[in-house]
């Protein structure tokens, strides 16, 4: 047990972090001129910082979250909806936040409370913005539900708010007016970094650790596009949790995180006082260097010197225990849901993903976002498929069924900016076959809720199970694609979703408002 006096220390030596809210708050979306990495520009924001304030409960809390729009920046979008990542939202399908699949956006000077209850959910989430690619204008930031009972309690001493870190790409441009390419300026960890060519006085984030305690690591990746490969100099890593799930634990000493998902890592401080590279260096090809003191943090044992390490950035240590995705094992026996082989469930789904220069399309439909939410659609009657819009985007999945999405990887030939991470709301699910991987686990494969496709020849492939009625977006989580087209709904359960998805009369009013913001009079 920690002594008072330690707990006190700890919090006079973390690095500044703003401070967390919740689990009943007020969210005020604002406009604001920032410059996290120097260069001053525009910002879509949550409380006016970046990231977005924690926002923290304890499993079982009711999150009461009122966000309110006070966007006034009409150089980017005015309307608003957040995204609960990883929570399911089970029978509040209404609150799970992506645009025109479950709401219609909160206009300006109004307001929308989200109301879910996270039940058995623990771990670490987070949220962002779910309009058009509002989120890389700033609108992102962590979550994290605390168990009072965690099983892995006893392999670490330190878990607060200051032991969160975000990995978040920054653009020097407003995503209603990409640059083509859409290649990001910086890598922010904590919400600070540099440029390549950019002023040399901006401080990088600090992460401070007090020697011989262990610390558990809240690894959250709110990008946009890249996947980073995340290390700390000098320190293996013993990954606990993989997006909200708990594992048996793994020692790697470097991982790839891709855009929204995230991992609990362990960490030993049982180095030597000094101050070490956290490194995260993105994926894409660009801004893979550390020129400039580009793409890092610093841990810094309490005690040491307040400068940088004195390792040359650029002499990067050989990772000898990289993350292999299949090493990765529930901690708690979990059947994966179907029979053991290859089609072997209720519902098997082929994603065939395409890319035609300008957009995406699966199975020959590009997602194009309807006028009218799926989830009203069904309210006001729609039964199947067939009824919904828009059409051949949307899949029926019927109750209580075992569900394989293969989804094979795009040809590097067609220049689509892969490997693509793929996000499915309202499930977690047990990925059976990885990128990077032939063979099938039908056993104890690793759960999570976003996964990569891969590279030419993967076959990346899931499981799930239908007990959650409701509306579900499956897409890519690279923004910029999502944009584009790559995106599915699966239509789970819909004869239950009346009875089980009670809306809110402030929902029912949110398409009026918006109706009438974008066609006044």
């Known amino acids: 047990m920690r002594s008072l006096s330690l707990i006190v220390l700890l919090a006079s030596i973390s690095s500044k972090v703003h401070a967390a809210i919740g689990p009943v708050t007020d969210l005020d979306i604002v406009s604001a001129l920032i410059s996290p990495d120097g260069f001053p520009r525009n910002a879509t924001l949550a409380k006016g910082v970046f990231p977005g304030p924690l926002i923290k409960g304890v499993k079982g809390d009711d999150f009461s979250i009122n966000v309110i729009n006070s966007l006034s920046n009409a150089s980017m979008d005015l309307v608003t909806s957040i995204h609960w990542h990883g929570i399911f939202q089970k029978t509040t399908n209404y609150v799970d936040g992506p645009a025109f699949v479950t709401q219609c956006p909160i206009v300006p000077a109004e307001s929308f409370l989200y109301h879910f209850n996270a039940l058995e959910q623990t771990g670490t989430y987070w949220y ?20 009072p009972n965690d099983p892995h309690a006893s392999l670490y001493d330190v878990d607060d708010e200051n032991t969160v870190i975000t990995l978040a790409d920054w653009y020097h441009y407003v995503s ?39 610390y558990r690591l809240r690894l959250v990746s709110i990008s946009c596009d890249p996947a980073y490969d995340f290390s700390i100099d000098g320190h293996d890593l013993t990954i606990i949790e993989v997006d909200g799930n708990n594992v048996q634990p793994l020692v790697v000493d470097s991982l790839r995180i891709f855009a929204g998902q995230r991992y609990s890592v362990v960490l030993n401080a049982n180095k030597s006082i000094g101050n070490y590279w956290i490194r995260a260096l993105p994926n894409i090809e660009a801004r893979r260097s550390y020129t400039n003191f580009t793409n890092l943090a610093i841990l810094r044992y309490f005690g040491a010197s307040d400068k940088n390490p004195s390792d040359d950035p650029t002499s990067v240590p050989t990772s000898v225990l990289p993350l292999n995705e299949t090493d990765l094992h529930p901690l708690d026996v979990t059947p994966v849901p179907g029979e053991p082989f290859r089609g072997g469930a209720d519902i098997n789904i082929n994603l065939d993903v395409t890319f035609d220069s300008t957009s995406f399309l699966i199975n020959g439909h590009t997602f194009e976002a309807p ?121 789970e359960d819909v004869p239950e979703v009346s009875t089980q998805d009670i809306v809110t009369d402030q929902w029912r009013s949110l398409c009026p408002a918006y109706n009438n913001f974008i066609s006044p009079g």
């Open 371 to 491: 006028t009218v939410p799926v989830l009203l659609q069904i309210l006001s009657g729609a039964q199947s498929a067939s009824d919904l819009v828009p059409a051949g985007s949307i899949y029926s999945l019927g109750p209580n069924k075992s569900v394989e999405i293969t989804i094979p990887a795009l040809n590097s030939a067609t220049k689509a900016g892969g490997p693509h991470p793929v996000h499915l709301h309202g499930h977690a699910f047990h990925v059976v076959r990885s990128a990077g991987n032939s063979t099938y686990n039908f056993v104890d494969p690793v759960i999570r809720d976003v996964v990569s496709m891969g590279a030419d020849g993967d076959n990346v492939t899931i499981r799930f199970f239908t007990d959650n009625p409701g509306p579900w977006f499956l897409h890519c989580h690279i923004d910029w694609h999502l944009n584009e087209g790559f995106a599915v709904v699966f239509a």
């Open 128 to 147: 962002h913005s779910h309009f058009k690619v509002q989120y890389c204008d700033g609108l992102r930031g962590a979550l994290v539900i605390y168990d």
């Open 176 to 214: 209603t007016k990409p640059l083509p390419g859409h290649v990001f300026n910086s890598t922010l960890i904590n919400g600070v970094g540099r440029y390549s060519d950019g002023p040399s006085n901006v401080s990088l984030a600090v992460v401070t650790v007090v020697a011989s305690l262990r």
